[in-house]
Nanobody, 121 residues
């Protein structure tokens, strides 16, 4: 049984920073893609950042240069470091994982419960 537990969301002013965390328990395949997906009210779900089992990362254009996706060596803790936050970063953020390459096109199979990030002026 794979379980993902998100945490670290909260309220912050524009320009501020937050760090989200995702604790992964259970089986982790040697080939995986883990990432953060967000959804704002009335908007489509957006993949924010992903990291593959080879350490490669990919970011949405909207967060490049502001967000990073560090992962601890055990691969059981995933973070999303968010800097220079903007109003448009307000959303529910979900940690997700799949046992495939990030480029596979397969949907994420495992999801956290989500953590809310609210950015205000």
């Amino acid at each position: 049984q794979v379980q993902l537990v998100d945490s670290g969301g909260g309220s912050v002013h524009t320009g501020g920073s937050l760090r989200l965390s995702c604790a992964v328990s259970g089986y982790i395949n040697s080939r995986y893609c883990m990432g953060w997906i967000r959804q704002a009210p009335g908007k489509e779900r957006e993949s924010v950042a992903v990291i593959g089992s080879d350490g490669s990362t990919s970011y949405a254009d909207s967060v490049k240069g502001r967000f990073t996706i560090p992962q601890d060596k055990s691969k059981k803790i995933l973070h999303l470091e968010m800097n220079s936050l903007k109003l448009e970063d307000t959303a529910m953020y979900y940690c997700a994982a799949k046992w495939a390459y990030c480029s596979s096109g397969l949907a994420f199979a495992f999801w956290g419960q989500g953590t809310q990030v609210t950015v205000s002026s």
